[in-house]
RNA sequence: GCUGGGAUAGCGAAGUGGUCAAACGCAUCAGACUGUAAAUCUGCCGCCUCACGGCUUCGUAGGUUCGACUCCUACUCCCAGCA
Protein backbone atom coordinates (compact mmCIF):
# COMPACT_ATOMS: atom_id res chain seq x y z
CA UNK A 1 0.00 0.00 0.00
CA UNK A 2 1.77 3.34 -1.02
CA UNK A 3 1.40 6.39 1.21
CA UNK A 4 -1.10 7.84 -0.97
CA UNK A 5 -3.92 5.07 0.17
CA UNK A 6 -5.75 3.54 2.59
CA UNK A 7 -6.79 0.05 2.80
CA UNK A 8 -8.63 -1.71 5.72
CA UNK A 9 -8.79 -4.24 3.81
CA UNK A 10 -7.80 -5.58 0.57
CA UNK A 11 -11.05 -5.57 -0.63
CA UNK A 12 -11.07 -1.92 0.02
CA UNK A 13 -9.75 0.94 -0.31
CA UNK A 14 -8.71 4.41 -0.98
CA UNK A 15 -6.28 6.20 -3.46
CA UNK A 16 -5.65 10.08 -3.59
CA UNK A 17 -3.98 11.22 -6.88
CA UNK A 18 -4.23 14.87 -5.92
CA UNK A 19 -4.76 17.02 -2.90
CA UNK A 20 -5.94 20.72 -2.95
CA UNK A 21 -6.04 21.95 0.64
CA UNK A 22 -8.59 19.84 2.32
CA UNK A 23 -9.77 19.10 -1.25
CA UNK A 24 -8.67 15.60 -3.19
CA UNK A 25 -8.92 13.58 -5.82
CA UNK A 26 -9.38 9.82 -5.40
CA UNK A 27 -10.44 6.61 -5.98
CA UNK A 28 -12.44 4.05 -4.37
CA UNK A 29 -11.40 1.15 -4.86
CA UNK A 30 -14.40 -1.55 -4.03
CA UNK A 31 -15.46 -5.43 -4.96
CA UNK A 32 -17.71 -4.15 -7.49
CA UNK A 33 -15.34 -1.60 -9.32
CA UNK A 34 -13.32 2.10 -8.91
CA UNK A 35 -15.08 5.18 -7.49
CA UNK A 36 -13.33 8.40 -9.05
CA UNK A 37 -14.04 11.16 -6.44
CA UNK A 38 -15.40 13.78 -6.01
CA UNK A 39 -18.68 11.77 -7.12
CA UNK A 40 -22.32 12.49 -6.49
CA UNK A 41 -23.74 9.22 -5.76
CA UNK A 42 -27.35 8.47 -6.65
CA UNK A 43 -30.19 8.04 -4.43
CA UNK A 44 -31.31 4.47 -4.73
CA UNK A 45 -33.15 3.87 -1.51
CA UNK A 46 -35.26 1.14 -2.71
CA UNK A 47 -33.14 -0.61 -4.53
CA UNK A 48 -33.62 1.59 -7.84
CA UNK A 49 -33.13 5.05 -8.53
CA UNK A 50 -36.38 6.42 -9.11
CA UNK A 51 -37.57 6.69 -12.52
CA UNK A 52 -34.52 5.37 -14.00
CA UNK A 53 -33.18 1.94 -15.44
CA UNK A 54 -30.14 0.78 -14.47
CA UNK A 55 -29.15 1.13 -17.48
CA UNK A 56 -30.15 5.04 -17.88
CA UNK A 57 -27.98 5.81 -15.05
CA UNK A 58 -24.95 3.97 -16.37
CA UNK A 59 -25.64 5.76 -19.54
CA UNK A 60 -25.53 9.16 -17.36
CA UNK A 61 -22.52 8.37 -16.11
CA UNK A 62 -23.01 7.86 -12.32
CA UNK A 63 -20.14 5.82 -10.40
CA UNK A 64 -22.05 4.47 -7.88
CA UNK A 65 -25.55 4.15 -5.55
CA UNK A 66 -27.09 4.37 -2.29
CA UNK A 67 -29.63 2.12 -0.91
CA UNK A 68 -31.50 2.48 2.04
CA UNK A 69 -31.40 -0.10 5.07
CA UNK A 70 -34.43 0.97 6.54
CA UNK A 71 -36.81 0.72 3.41
CA UNK A 72 -34.97 -2.55 2.30
CA UNK A 73 -35.81 -3.85 5.69
CA UNK A 74 -39.37 -3.41 5.50
CA UNK A 75 -39.28 -4.54 1.59
CA UNK A 76 -38.93 -6.64 0.57
CA UNK A 77 -36.77 -8.27 3.47
CA UNK A 78 -33.27 -8.28 3.58
CA UNK A 79 -33.35 -12.15 4.07
CA UNK A 80 -34.69 -11.84 0.60
CA UNK A 81 -31.48 -9.92 -0.69
CA UNK A 82 -29.58 -12.41 1.28
CA UNK A 83 -31.11 -15.05 -0.29
CA UNK A 84 -30.51 -13.30 -3.70
CA UNK A 85 -27.14 -12.95 -3.21
CA UNK A 86 -27.17 -9.14 -1.99
CA UNK A 87 -28.31 -6.62 -3.77
CA UNK A 88 -26.30 -6.11 -6.79
CA UNK A 89 -27.46 -9.03 -7.44
CA UNK A 90 -31.22 -8.40 -6.78
CA UNK A 91 -31.23 -5.79 -8.65
CA UNK A 92 -29.19 -6.04 -11.29
CA UNK A 93 -27.12 -3.01 -10.94
CA UNK A 94 -23.05 -3.69 -11.46
CA UNK A 95 -21.26 -0.73 -10.11
CA UNK A 96 -20.67 -0.24 -6.38
CA UNK A 97 -23.61 0.52 -3.76
CA UNK A 98 -23.90 2.70 -0.38
CA UNK A 99 -26.24 1.73 2.36
CA UNK A 100 -27.27 4.09 4.56
CA UNK A 101 -27.50 2.85 8.02
CA UNK A 102 -31.60 3.83 8.46
CA UNK A 103 -30.98 5.96 11.65
CA UNK A 104 -31.38 9.04 9.52
CA UNK A 105 -35.42 7.60 8.44
CA UNK A 106 -36.18 6.18 11.51
CA UNK A 107 -35.86 9.53 13.17
CA UNK A 108 -37.97 11.34 10.75
CA UNK A 109 -40.81 8.80 11.95
CA UNK A 110 -43.38 9.96 13.89
CA UNK A 111 -43.01 8.06 17.93
CA UNK A 112 -39.94 7.48 17.73
CA UNK A 113 -38.35 5.51 20.93
CA UNK A 114 -35.14 5.58 21.37
CA UNK A 115 -32.70 3.98 23.97
CA UNK A 116 -29.35 3.15 24.51
CA UNK A 117 -30.14 -0.02 23.53
CA UNK A 118 -31.79 1.31 19.90
CA UNK A 119 -34.83 2.61 18.03
CA UNK A 120 -38.36 1.21 18.28
CA UNK A 121 -40.60 2.42 15.97
CA UNK A 122 -43.80 2.03 13.54
CA UNK A 123 -42.88 0.92 10.12
CA UNK A 124 -44.94 3.56 7.65
CA UNK A 125 -45.83 0.96 5.50
CA UNK A 126 -48.28 -1.09 7.69
CA UNK A 127 -47.65 0.21 11.32
CA UNK A 128 -46.24 -2.73 12.94
CA UNK A 129 -43.63 -2.07 15.64
CA UNK A 130 -39.73 -2.60 15.21
CA UNK A 131 -36.73 -2.07 16.60
CA UNK A 132 -33.20 -1.46 15.03
CA UNK A 133 -30.06 -1.50 17.09
CA UNK A 134 -26.85 -1.00 16.12
CA UNK A 135 -25.91 -4.21 15.64
CA UNK A 136 -28.97 -5.34 13.75
CA UNK A 137 -28.24 -2.71 11.42
CA UNK A 138 -25.09 -4.04 10.76
CA UNK A 139 -26.54 -7.46 10.14
CA UNK A 140 -29.35 -6.10 7.87
CA UNK A 141 -26.53 -4.34 5.91
CA UNK A 142 -24.39 -7.31 5.17
CA UNK A 143 -27.26 -8.94 4.51
CA UNK A 144 -28.37 -6.59 1.65
CA UNK A 145 -24.37 -6.64 0.78
CA UNK A 146 -23.59 -3.07 -0.54
CA UNK A 147 -19.89 -2.64 -0.42
CA UNK A 148 -20.01 0.67 1.49
CA UNK A 149 -22.13 0.60 4.87
CA UNK A 150 -22.90 3.59 7.46
CA UNK A 151 -23.00 3.20 11.22
CA UNK A 152 -26.32 3.28 12.84
CA UNK A 153 -26.41 7.15 13.99
CA UNK A 154 -28.91 8.96 15.82
CA UNK A 155 -30.34 12.32 14.72
CA UNK A 156 -31.41 15.47 17.34
CA UNK A 157 -34.78 15.63 18.07
CA UNK A 158 -34.04 19.06 17.73
CA UNK A 159 -31.58 21.76 16.93
CA UNK A 160 -31.14 22.80 20.80
CA UNK A 161 -27.39 22.26 22.07
CA UNK A 162 -28.63 19.72 24.38
CA UNK A 163 -30.25 17.17 22.03
CA UNK A 164 -27.85 17.46 19.91
CA UNK A 165 -25.36 16.68 22.39
CA UNK A 166 -27.10 13.75 23.30
CA UNK A 167 -27.36 12.75 19.71
CA UNK A 168 -23.84 12.97 19.30
CA UNK A 169 -23.11 10.85 22.56
CA UNK A 170 -25.54 8.21 21.45
CA UNK A 171 -24.40 8.00 18.05
CA UNK A 172 -20.66 7.56 19.43
CA UNK A 173 -21.76 4.93 22.01
CA UNK A 174 -23.63 2.90 18.77
CA UNK A 175 -20.72 3.24 16.49
CA UNK A 176 -18.27 1.92 18.89
CA UNK A 177 -20.87 -1.09 18.72
CA UNK A 178 -21.29 -0.83 15.10
CA UNK A 179 -17.38 -1.16 15.00
CA UNK A 180 -17.77 -4.52 17.30
CA UNK A 181 -20.54 -6.26 15.15
CA UNK A 182 -18.70 -5.44 11.91
CA UNK A 183 -15.75 -7.20 13.39
CA UNK A 184 -17.76 -10.43 14.16
CA UNK A 185 -19.33 -9.99 10.89
CA UNK A 186 -16.19 -9.90 9.13
CA UNK A 187 -15.17 -12.81 10.45
CA UNK A 188 -18.44 -14.69 10.77
CA UNK A 189 -20.01 -13.40 7.74
CA UNK A 190 -23.22 -12.70 9.64
CA UNK A 191 -24.79 -13.66 13.21
CA UNK A 192 -27.72 -14.31 15.27
CA UNK A 193 -29.61 -11.64 16.98
CA UNK A 194 -32.45 -14.35 18.43
CA UNK A 195 -34.55 -11.54 20.15
CA UNK A 196 -37.73 -11.60 19.82
CA UNK A 197 -38.73 -8.35 18.77
CA UNK A 198 -35.27 -6.92 17.71
CA UNK A 199 -35.28 -7.28 13.83
CA UNK A 200 -32.80 -10.31 13.36
CA UNK A 201 -31.03 -11.49 10.52
CA UNK A 202 -30.34 -15.03 9.78
CA UNK A 203 -27.53 -16.43 8.91
CA UNK A 204 -25.49 -16.40 5.61
CA UNK A 205 -23.04 -18.62 4.06
CA UNK A 206 -21.42 -19.05 0.61
CA UNK A 207 -23.01 -16.28 -0.88
CA UNK A 208 -20.36 -15.49 -2.97
CA UNK A 209 -21.86 -12.47 -5.01
CA UNK A 210 -21.79 -10.47 -1.43
CA UNK A 211 -18.79 -8.53 -0.88
CA UNK A 212 -16.00 -10.51 1.20
CA UNK A 213 -15.69 -7.40 2.92
CA UNK A 214 -17.78 -4.57 3.60
CA UNK A 215 -16.67 -1.16 4.24
CA UNK A 216 -18.14 0.83 6.94
CA UNK A 217 -18.25 4.59 7.81
CA UNK A 218 -18.62 6.33 10.68
CA UNK A 219 -20.83 9.02 10.75
CA UNK A 220 -19.87 12.54 12.26
CA UNK A 221 -22.84 14.51 14.33
CA UNK A 222 -22.96 17.43 16.22
CA UNK A 223 -24.62 19.65 14.24
CA UNK A 224 -23.82 23.41 13.83
CA UNK A 225 -22.17 23.57 17.02
CA UNK A 226 -18.61 23.53 16.01
CA UNK A 227 -17.00 22.44 19.01
CA UNK A 228 -19.57 19.48 18.85
CA UNK A 229 -18.55 18.88 15.48
CA UNK A 230 -14.90 18.50 16.87
CA UNK A 231 -15.81 16.32 19.10
CA UNK A 232 -17.40 13.99 17.09
CA UNK A 233 -14.82 13.97 14.29
CA UNK A 234 -11.96 13.15 16.69
CA UNK A 235 -13.83 10.71 18.61
CA UNK A 236 -14.91 8.49 15.57
CA UNK A 237 -11.13 9.30 13.88
CA UNK A 238 -9.92 7.41 17.12
CA UNK A 239 -11.62 5.16 17.74
CA UNK A 240 -10.47 1.69 17.17
CA UNK A 241 -12.41 -1.92 18.82
CA UNK A 242 -11.54 -5.53 18.51
CA UNK A 243 -8.82 -4.05 15.84
CA UNK A 244 -11.61 -2.59 14.00
CA UNK A 245 -11.48 1.43 12.38
CA UNK A 246 -14.13 3.00 10.04
CA UNK A 247 -12.94 2.72 6.84
CA UNK A 248 -14.54 5.90 5.76
CA UNK A 249 -16.72 8.13 7.23
CA UNK A 250 -20.34 10.00 6.93
CA UNK A 251 -20.71 13.64 7.84
CA UNK A 252 -24.33 13.45 8.86
CA UNK A 253 -26.86 16.33 9.98
CA UNK A 254 -26.46 18.72 7.75
CA UNK A 255 -29.48 20.54 6.20
CA UNK A 256 -27.98 23.83 4.41
CA UNK A 257 -24.93 25.37 2.92
CA UNK A 258 -24.97 27.92 5.31
CA UNK A 259 -22.29 27.65 7.56
CA UNK A 260 -21.43 24.67 5.96
CA UNK A 261 -17.56 25.45 4.81
CA UNK A 262 -16.40 26.27 8.20
CA UNK A 263 -18.05 23.14 9.58
CA UNK A 264 -16.37 20.87 7.01
CA UNK A 265 -13.04 22.58 7.00
CA UNK A 266 -12.83 21.75 11.08
CA UNK A 267 -14.36 18.55 10.62
CA UNK A 268 -12.05 17.34 7.61
CA UNK A 269 -8.96 18.42 9.19
CA UNK A 270 -9.66 16.19 11.95
CA UNK A 271 -10.85 12.86 10.05
CA UNK A 272 -8.11 10.87 9.00
CA UNK A 273 -7.02 12.67 5.23
CA UNK A 274 -6.67 9.16 3.34
CA UNK A 275 -9.89 7.35 4.45
CA UNK A 276 -12.96 8.74 2.67
CA UNK A 277 -15.73 10.93 3.50
CA UNK A 278 -19.26 10.89 2.28
CA UNK A 279 -21.83 14.17 2.90
CA UNK A 280 -24.52 12.17 3.94
CA UNK A 281 -27.65 13.56 1.67
CA UNK A 282 -26.75 17.11 0.56
CA UNK A 283 -26.40 17.63 -3.30
CA UNK A 284 -29.31 19.25 -4.19
CA UNK A 285 -27.87 22.75 -5.05
CA UNK A 286 -24.54 23.27 -7.41
CA UNK A 287 -22.78 24.84 -4.48
CA UNK A 288 -22.90 22.26 -2.35
CA UNK A 289 -21.15 20.00 -4.32
CA UNK A 290 -18.31 22.57 -4.39
CA UNK A 291 -18.15 23.31 -1.11
CA UNK A 292 -18.28 20.12 0.03
CA UNK A 293 -15.48 19.18 -2.34
CA UNK A 294 -13.59 21.95 -2.17
CA UNK A 295 -13.43 21.32 1.64
CA UNK A 296 -12.61 17.64 1.70
CA UNK A 297 -15.76 15.40 1.00
CA UNK A 298 -15.06 12.99 -1.73
CA UNK A 299 -18.31 11.58 -2.15
CA UNK A 300 -22.06 12.89 -2.09
CA UNK A 301 -25.96 11.77 -2.23
CA UNK A 302 -29.19 13.39 -1.98
CA UNK A 303 -32.66 12.34 -3.10
CA UNK A 304 -33.44 16.41 -4.24
CA UNK A 305 -32.05 15.71 -8.05
CA UNK A 306 -34.82 13.21 -8.89
CA UNK A 307 -37.78 14.45 -6.44
CA UNK A 308 -37.19 17.83 -8.19
CA UNK A 309 -37.13 15.93 -11.61
CA UNK A 310 -40.43 13.91 -11.03
CA UNK A 311 -42.51 17.41 -10.29
CA UNK A 312 -40.73 19.60 -12.74
CA UNK A 313 -37.95 21.62 -11.51
CA UNK A 314 -34.99 21.37 -13.80
CA UNK A 315 -31.61 21.94 -13.42
CA UNK A 316 -29.98 24.28 -16.13
CA UNK A 317 -26.46 26.34 -16.12
CA UNK A 318 -28.29 29.47 -15.75
CA UNK A 319 -30.54 28.12 -12.39
CA UNK A 320 -33.63 26.05 -11.67
CA UNK A 321 -36.34 25.94 -14.07
CA UNK A 322 -40.22 24.58 -13.79
CA UNK A 323 -40.78 22.97 -16.90
CA UNK A 324 -44.06 23.29 -15.80
CA UNK A 325 -44.69 26.96 -16.73
CA UNK A 326 -47.08 28.03 -19.38
CA UNK A 327 -43.86 29.65 -21.49
CA UNK A 328 -42.27 26.47 -21.98
CA UNK A 329 -45.23 25.10 -23.58
CA UNK A 330 -44.08 26.42 -27.05
CA UNK A 331 -40.37 26.81 -26.05
CA UNK A 332 -38.99 23.83 -28.95
CA UNK A 333 -35.11 24.42 -27.18
CA UNK A 334 -33.49 22.02 -25.12
CA UNK A 335 -33.38 22.30 -20.79
CA UNK A 336 -30.20 23.56 -20.98
CA UNK A 337 -28.19 24.07 -24.68
CA UNK A 338 -24.87 23.28 -23.08
CA UNK A 339 -26.25 19.98 -21.90
CA UNK A 340 -25.12 16.53 -23.01
CA UNK A 341 -27.53 14.19 -21.42
CA UNK A 342 -29.90 12.08 -23.70
CA UNK A 343 -33.16 14.23 -22.78
CA UNK A 344 -31.27 17.17 -23.52
CA UNK A 345 -29.60 15.74 -27.10
CA UNK A 346 -33.21 14.79 -27.93
CA UNK A 347 -36.40 16.85 -26.62
CA UNK A 348 -37.53 19.83 -26.21
CA UNK A 349 -38.95 21.67 -23.53
CA UNK A 350 -42.09 22.13 -25.15
CA UNK A 351 -42.09 18.33 -25.59
CA UNK A 352 -40.90 17.61 -21.83
CA UNK A 353 -43.69 20.61 -20.69
CA UNK A 354 -46.67 18.38 -22.60
CA UNK A 355 -45.36 15.29 -20.91
CA UNK A 356 -45.35 17.36 -17.54
CA UNK A 357 -48.97 18.48 -18.13
CA UNK A 358 -50.19 14.95 -19.25
CA UNK A 359 -49.13 13.37 -16.67
CA UNK A 360 -46.85 10.49 -18.73
CA UNK A 361 -44.51 8.49 -16.78
CA UNK A 362 -41.94 9.64 -19.41
CA UNK A 363 -42.13 12.92 -18.37
CA UNK A 364 -40.27 11.90 -14.83
CA UNK A 365 -38.21 9.45 -16.81
CA UNK A 366 -36.19 12.21 -18.97
CA UNK A 367 -36.78 14.82 -16.30
CA UNK A 368 -34.87 12.36 -14.37
CA UNK A 369 -32.27 11.48 -16.61
CA UNK A 370 -31.72 14.91 -17.01
CA UNK A 371 -31.28 15.88 -13.00
CA UNK A 372 -28.85 13.20 -12.34
CA UNK A 373 -26.76 13.44 -15.51
CA UNK A 374 -26.69 17.28 -14.10
CA UNK A 375 -25.47 16.67 -10.29
CA UNK A 376 -23.18 13.62 -11.57
CA UNK A 377 -21.61 15.03 -14.52
CA UNK A 378 -21.20 18.73 -12.03
CA UNK A 379 -19.41 16.60 -9.69
CA UNK A 380 -16.90 15.22 -12.51
CA UNK A 381 -16.64 18.17 -13.77
CA UNK A 382 -15.43 19.03 -10.20
CA UNK A 383 -12.94 16.63 -10.15
CA UNK A 384 -11.74 18.07 -13.68
CA UNK A 385 -11.07 21.12 -12.36
CA UNK A 386 -9.23 20.10 -9.39
CA UNK A 387 -7.21 18.25 -11.35
CA UNK A 388 -6.02 20.86 -13.81
CA UNK A 389 -5.82 23.63 -11.16
CA UNK A 390 -8.79 25.07 -12.80
CA UNK A 391 -11.38 24.24 -9.43
CA UNK A 392 -11.70 28.12 -7.84
CA UNK A 393 -12.28 29.85 -11.34
CA UNK A 394 -14.83 27.05 -12.61
CA UNK A 395 -16.23 27.38 -8.92
CA UNK A 396 -16.37 31.16 -8.78
CA UNK A 397 -17.75 31.48 -12.96
CA UNK A 398 -20.44 28.57 -12.46
CA UNK A 399 -21.82 29.50 -9.13
CA UNK A 400 -22.34 33.16 -10.19
CA UNK A 401 -23.90 32.44 -13.47
CA UNK A 402 -25.77 29.64 -11.55
CA UNK A 403 -26.99 32.45 -9.23
CA UNK A 404 -27.12 35.36 -10.91
CA UNK A 405 -31.27 35.19 -11.07
CA UNK A 406 -31.61 34.70 -7.46
CA UNK A 407 -28.83 37.83 -6.61
CA UNK A 408 -31.08 40.56 -8.38
C1' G B 1 -97.08 16.94 -28.27
C1' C B 2 -97.51 15.02 -23.02
C1' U B 3 -95.13 13.75 -18.28
C1' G B 4 -90.99 14.05 -15.22
C1' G B 5 -85.91 15.76 -14.28
C1' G B 6 -82.28 19.52 -15.04
C1' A B 7 -79.67 24.36 -16.25
C1' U B 8 -74.25 26.96 -10.50
C1' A B 9 -67.47 29.87 -11.65
C1' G B 10 -62.87 26.79 -17.61
C1' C B 11 -65.01 21.50 -16.80
C1' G B 12 -67.56 18.17 -13.32
C1' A B 13 -70.37 18.90 -9.03
C1' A B 14 -72.39 20.60 -3.85
C1' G B 15 -75.67 24.21 -2.06
C1' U B 16 -82.65 24.41 -1.64
C1' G B 17 -84.64 31.68 2.18
C1' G B 18 -79.82 35.08 5.31
C1' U B 19 -73.44 32.85 8.02
C1' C B 20 -72.56 32.33 -0.57
C1' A B 21 -68.05 34.91 -4.51
C1' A B 22 -70.46 30.13 -3.60
C1' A B 23 -68.01 23.23 -0.57
C1' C B 24 -65.28 19.50 -3.19
C1' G B 25 -62.59 17.37 -7.47
C1' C B 26 -60.16 18.39 -12.06
C1' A B 27 -57.96 21.97 -15.08
C1' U B 28 -55.31 26.77 -15.02
C1' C B 29 -51.38 29.92 -12.88
C1' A B 30 -47.25 30.07 -9.56
C1' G B 31 -44.08 28.30 -5.46
C1' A B 32 -41.54 24.56 -2.55
C1' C B 33 -38.68 20.05 -2.37
C1' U B 34 -31.11 18.43 0.45
C1' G B 35 -28.75 10.46 4.10
C1' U B 36 -37.06 9.81 -0.39
C1' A B 37 -43.98 7.72 4.05
C1' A B 38 -42.72 12.95 -1.88
C1' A B 39 -44.77 11.22 -10.04
C1' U B 40 -45.59 14.95 -3.56
C1' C B 41 -46.96 19.29 -0.96
C1' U B 42 -48.45 24.66 -0.66
C1' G B 43 -50.79 28.91 -2.50
C1' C B 44 -53.85 31.04 -6.34
C1' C B 45 -58.07 30.09 -8.90
C1' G B 46 -65.50 36.02 -11.05
C1' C B 47 -63.79 41.54 -11.59
C1' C B 48 -60.98 45.89 -9.32
C1' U B 49 -57.08 46.61 -5.25
C1' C B 50 -50.34 45.53 -2.69
C1' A B 51 -53.92 45.16 1.07
C1' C B 52 -58.19 46.66 3.99
C1' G B 53 -62.12 46.62 1.10
C1' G B 54 -65.39 47.32 -2.98
C1' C B 55 -68.19 45.49 -7.30
C1' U B 56 -70.95 42.01 -10.48
C1' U B 57 -72.65 36.66 -10.38
C1' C B 58 -75.62 30.90 -9.91
C1' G B 59 -79.93 29.72 -18.12
C1' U B 60 -83.15 34.57 -19.53
C1' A B 61 -86.95 38.10 -17.98
C1' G B 62 -90.15 39.45 -14.26
C1' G B 63 -92.28 38.74 -9.26
C1' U B 64 -92.71 37.49 -3.72
C1' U B 65 -89.58 38.85 0.57
C1' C B 66 -86.23 43.18 5.09
C1' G B 67 -83.26 39.50 2.34
C1' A B 68 -83.24 34.66 -3.14
C1' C B 69 -78.47 30.26 -6.07
C1' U B 70 -82.53 28.73 -2.92
C1' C B 71 -89.94 30.40 -3.37
C1' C B 72 -93.56 31.91 -7.68
C1' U B 73 -94.58 33.04 -13.12
C1' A B 74 -93.22 33.08 -18.21
C1' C B 75 -89.64 31.97 -21.73
C1' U B 76 -85.08 29.37 -23.83
C1' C B 77 -82.20 25.09 -23.97
C1' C B 78 -80.79 19.94 -22.37
C1' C B 79 -82.03 14.83 -20.65
C1' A B 80 -85.37 10.59 -19.78
C1' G B 81 -90.03 8.12 -20.42
C1' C B 82 -94.69 8.09 -23.05
C1' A B 83 -97.17 9.05 -27.50
Redesign the pocket.
Known amino acids: MSNNSYANRPEFSFTIEKQVGLARVGTIHTPHGDIPTPAFVA ?4 GD ?3 LTWQQLDELGSDAA ?3 T ?2 LILQPGTDLLARASGLNNFTGHTKPTFT ?2 G ?3 I ?4 EVKITNNGATFRS ?2 DGHELTITPESSMQAQWQIGADIH ?2 F ?1 Q ?1 AASNSREDMQIAMERTHAWAERCLREQAALYSHYITLMPKSQVFTASPLSNQPKIPPYQALFG ?1 V ?1 GGKFLDLRRKSAKTLAEMEVSGQVFDGF ?1 I ?6 DGMDTMLQLVNQILPSRRPRHL ?6 PR ?1 LFIGAEFGCDTF ?8 A ?4 LYTRDG ?1 I ?1 I ?4 Y ?1 HDFSPIDPECNCYTCQHHSKAYLAHLF ?1 A ?1 E ?1 TA ?1 VLASIHNEYFVVNLTKQIRESLLDDTFQTFKRDYLTRYYAKNML
Open positions: AATLVKGLANYHDSGFQFSLPHLMADLVQGGGVFTALGMGAEDDCVAPTRQRNGARNKNAKRHHLG
